[in-house]
């Protein structure tokens, strides 16, 4: 049975950061990532990362200030997140899929989703 599992999501304050994981199961995935959605919001892509981690793709709301990095060993990915901001207080999802996805910011794109974390920043 696949499974992503998200967790470290929480609250901190704006400017500070924080750093989420996902840990898959089940099977291995060619990419991995991250959707996010605030209350009253659709579903927004975060980021991407390949299955050899040498092709990453981010969502220009995030570039520069997140990183995506990825341990196969542990069929894990991790989500840092620095200098965050009011606006990326949401619920944080994993996604995972078989193909190479090309940083696809369409959700429908991706078979495999996380129940997510909250991450929640006061301004």
């Known amino acids: 049975q696949v499974q992503l599992v998200e967790s470290g999501g929480g609250l901190v304050q704006a400017g500070g950061s924080l750093s989420l994981s996902c840990a898959a199961s089940?099977?291995?995935?060619?990419?991995m990532g991250w959707f996010r959605q605030a209350p009253g919001k659709e579903r927004e892509f975060v980021g991407t990362i390949s299955g050899s981690a040498d092709s990453l793709y981010y969502a220009d709301s995030v570039k520069g200030r997140f990183t995506i990095s990825r341990n196969n060993a542990k069929n894990t990915i991790y989500l840092q997140m620095n200098s965050l901001k009011f606006e990326d207080t949401a619920g944080y999802y994993c996604?995972?899929?078989?193909?190479?996805?090309?940083?696809?910011?369409?959700?429908?794109?991706?078979?495999?989703w996380g129940r997510g974390t909250q991450v929640t920043v006061s301004s």
């Open positions: 089940g099977r291995t995935f060619r990419t």
């Open positions: 996604v995972a899929d078989e193909a190479t996805t090309f940083g696809s910011r369409r959700p429908q794109t991706y078979d495999y």
